[in-house]
């Protein structure tokens, strides 16, 4: 199965703001798989697409745990959080659609 690269390109700018967030939040480890995981794409192999789909699913996860953690902190804090929600919110959606994106197409039956 390949992927076509306008499909991919979501998956892959997905993968390097979650490596960003990683490198920032001092995960080096997490880091690293983030960067190689768009390696999978280029792969002709259904699981490996499965694979950054699921990765990229538990990606936008881990940007609504962040949000949650961000404004409570901010909440309590009485700093303002509301466009730092939204942000991180547009980025787990994103993050979310790429991971949806690289579905396999359903194929048309006459």
Known sequence: MRTAPARALPAVLAFLLLAAHFFRAGWPAMTVVALGAPVLL??????????????????????????????????????????????????????????????PREEKRD
Do not use: D, N, S
């Open 42 to 103: 280029f792969l002709r192999r259904r699981w490996a697409v499965t694979a950054a789909a699921v990765l990229l699913g538990l990606g936008a996860l881990e940007w609504v745990r962040t949000l949650a953690a961000i404004a409570i902190g901010r909440q309590a804090a009485g700093q303002p959080w509301l466009r730092m929600a939204l942000i991180l919110g547009a980025v787990a959606l994103f993050t979310a659609v790429a991971a949806l994106l690289l579905r």
